[in-house]
């Protein structure tokens, strides 16, 4: 969607480094949000964001940190990577959280080895 | 058991079936959303609802508040319809809970 755009694509990291992914939106939406998808899963919440500063952790946070230091970028960090983050991320917008739709970014697909 | 469960897993048609895909959940939710993911592709937002019916072209969907069930249709499949289709769940305002998708395969 041309609303929102996340990067990189694709990555392919060593276990151990630190990797940032970056999701960038240009609707001035409040929500943003990070989704993991992976095999015989539904996507699932590592951290969600309802404001500049403010964030929340999600049902598989551990291993992920967040910042939004401004309304159109939240950017999702693995602080240590390892084989077990190796998934497909997406970012997620909404204007009003869950009064509206949300809009989904591309995906970045991160491959740790 | 998750708390939104999808039905079926996978489902192949023939080009021009009529097709229905499941979903039920547990939890309290205050909309209900279908979502559409091609192969290698992000994902699309088709319907959002919380009562009722919508209609967009071809797709349909439904939800039954009591029943906390809800189905997509699609009539007159068409093989670019091939894709995964995802429900979810708005909970808590704010947040969405998803289902583990059906794989539609439609054939010519």
């Known amino acids: 969607d041309a609303g929102i755009t996340q990067s990189p694509r694709h990555k392919v990291t060593e276990t151990g480094t630190p990797v940032t992914l970056r999701c960038h939106q240009t609707e001035n939406h409040r929500y943003m949000y990070w989704y993991r998808q992976d095999p015989g899963h539904g996507l699932r919440l590592i951290h969600y964001?309802?404001?500049?500063?403010?964030?929340d952790k999600g049902e598989v946070s551990d291993g992920y940190s967040v910042s939004r230091s401004k309304t159109e970028d939240f950017l999702l960090t693995l602080e240590s990577a390892t084989s077990s983050q190796t998934s497909v991320y997406f970012c997620?917008?909404?204007?009003?959280?869950?009064?509206?739709?949300?809009?989904f970014g591309s995906g970045t697909r991160l491959t740790v080895v | 058991k998750n708390e939104v469960e999808q039905s079926p897993q996978n489902l192949t048609a023939q080009e021009g079936e009529f097709i229905t895909i499941n979903c039920s959940y547990s939890v309290g939710i205050s909309a209900l959303h279908w979502l559409q993911q091609h192969p290698g592709g992000g994902i699309v937002s088709l319907f959002m609802l919380s009562s009722g019916k919508k209609k967009h072209g071809r797709l349909i969907a439904t939800i039954n508040i009591q029943e906390k069930h809800s189905s997509l249709h699609i009539t007159a499949s068409h093989p670019r319809d091939s894709a995964v289709y995802i429900c979810?769940?708005?909970?808590?305002?704010?947040?969405?809970?998803f289902g583990t998708g059906t794989r539609l395969q439609v054939f010519p």
């Open positions: 997620a917008i909404s204007a009003r959280g869950g009064v509206d739709g949300y809009t």
């Open positions: 964001s309802y404001g500049v500063k403010d964030t």
């Open positions: 979810a769940g708005t909970y808590n305002t704010d947040k969405l809970i």
